[in-house]
T-cell receptor, first 112, second 110 residues
């Protein structure tokens, strides 16, 4: 098992553009989480899935953010009409139920 | 709403010293607490997971304790090495997700 994979590792975009991040969790894990982290802060929860069901979505997630996990495997996080305040590291993690969390290396977004 | 605080925010020690990092949480109804290490620009690497029924976990030079009643966890690092320099984060899991502190940035000087 190669762990949690995230793609792309770094994305630079202009304000107003749409971006999509992909996360491939550890294959046997049924839960997948998205977090956002800015410099000097801990990760902030965005949303999580159990299998294909999105069970919770943070109020931090505006209508411009959407996440999917079709078939309970990989997940995508899309940000529409990006703003400079969206610049951050987007982290994906997976677990089996409420067990140990494993994180990917993150996708860094820079909005110019 | 769960809030997690880590003290100190930064710590600098000479190589070989033993040290303790602190993590406090407001909601004691956590089902586990996990300690992570994060290197600059990287993701979080899991160090230790303590289930709510456990008091401590050990891995090599690391020992983590959990006291749910007081809302505290500590990470003890023995005989620190320059390679231990990183940011250490704790995450308390309840209501389906983990809530993290802002971390303690550790520098171990040779």
């Amino acid at each position: 098992d190669t762990g949690v994979s995230q793609d792309p590792r770094h994305k630079i975009t202009k304000r107003g553009q749409n971006v999509t991040f992909r996360c491939d969790p550890i294959s046997e894990h049924n839960r997948l989480y998205w977090y956002r982290q800015t410099l000097g802060q801990g990760p902030e929860f965005l949303t999580y899935f159990q299998n294909e069901a999105q069970l919770e979505k943070s109020r931090l997630l505006s209508d411009r953010f959407s996440a999917e996990r079709p078939k309970g495997s990989f997940s995508t996080l899309e940000i529409q009409r990006t703003e400079q305040g969206d610049s951050a590291m987007y982290l994906c993690a997976s677990s089996w139920d409420t067990g140990e969390l494993f994180f990917g290396e993150g996708s860094r977004l820079t909005v110019l | 709403k769960q809030e997690v605080t880590q003290i100190p925010a930064a710590l600098s020690v000479p190589e070989g010293e033993n040290l303790v990092l602190n993590c406090s949480f407001t909601d004691s109804a956590i089902y586990n607490l996990q300690w992570f290490r994060q290197d600059p620009g990287k993701g979080l690497t899991s160090l230790l997971l303590i289930q709510s029924s456990q008091r401590e976990q050990t891995s090599g030079r690391l020992n983590a304790s959990l006291d749910k009643s007081s809302g505290r966890s500590t990470l003890y690092i023995a005989a620190s090495q320059p390679g231990d320099s990183a940011t250490y984060l704790c995450g308390g899991a309840n209501a389906g997700k983990s809530t993290f502190g802002d971390g303690t940035t550790l520098t171990v000087k040779p």
